[in-house]
């Protein structure tokens, strides 16, 4: 079947301009995670989503970032007025409910100029 | 004390050795264990989750030591497609939160 897509593969911005991120689960995955990873750096969790709960949003590190999760299905991670520190892969994972297992997505290559 | 630390290698070794990573693990608590690959500029992918009585998959051993609070990936007969990043993913109890560790890079020559 599918995997996580996410798109758009690439996104190059200018500071201060905002972007979105689309990330679109395994069917039937009730769990989604967002992570960025910088250049040789380990993942960073970014916000958890579960079901209809109310999102875990602690790894967020500013409140330029954001994001939603419509239908329990699609998810879009919104960066606001982009730093150039913001230049990172943006992973999406999706999980069963009940497991731990996390299906990652090929990811969104932000560059911020 | 990280979470979760991994050597992060190189360990470059021939083709058909066997080589084996260790990650350590800080959170007595910690309930779920799982090694991912990660191939340059590609996504993480698991590649297995590591039980308490350990298990075996093909070449791949993993082991879960809690009294050392360390886990363990064993590869076997080294192949050149098993170059990669081995990262290391630790969950505690009672939450969904993982914790992942930096990765270990293998290299495996001819």
């Known amino acids: 079947g599918a995997g996580v897509s996410q798109s758009p593969s690439n996104k190059v911005t200018e500071k201060g301009k905002d972007v979105e991120l689309r990330c679109d689960p395994i069917?039937?995955?009730?769990?989604l995670y967002w992570y960025r990873q910088s250049l040789g750096q380990g993942l960073e969790f970014l916000i958890y989503?579960?079901?209809?709960?109310?999102?875990?949003k602690s790894g967020l590190p500013s409140d330029r970032f954001s994001a939603e999760r419509t239908g329990g299905s699609v998810s879009t991670l919104t960066i606001q007025r982009t730093q150039q520190e913001d230049s990172a892969v943006y992973l999406c994972?999706?999980?069963?409910?009940?497991?731990?297992?996390?299906?990652f997505g090929p990811g969104t290559r932000l560059t911020v100029t | 004390r990280k979470e979760v630390e991994q050597d992060p290698g190189p360990f470059n070794v021939p083709e058909g050795a066997t080589v084996a990573f260790n990650c350590t693990y800080s959170n007595s608590a910690s309930q779920s264990f799982f090694w991912y690959r990660q191939d340059c500029r590609k996504e993480p992918k698991l590649l297995m989750s590591v039980y308490s009585s350990g298990n075996e998959d093909g070449r791949f051993t993993a082991q879960l030591n809690r009294a050392s609070q360390y886990i363990s990936l064993l590869i076997r007969d080294s192949k050149l497609s098993d170059s990669a990043t081995y990262l290391c993913?630790?969950?505690?109890?009672?939450?969904?939160?993982?914790?992942f560790g930096r990765g270990t890079s293998l290299i495996v020559h001819p």
């Open positions: 993913v630790v969950r505690r109890g009672g939450s969904y939160i993982p914790t």
């Open positions: 989503f579960q079901g209809n709960s109310a999102p875990d």
């Open positions: 994972a999706s999980s069963l409910l009940g497991k731990y297992e996390q299906y």
């Open positions: 069917s039937g995955h009730t769990a």
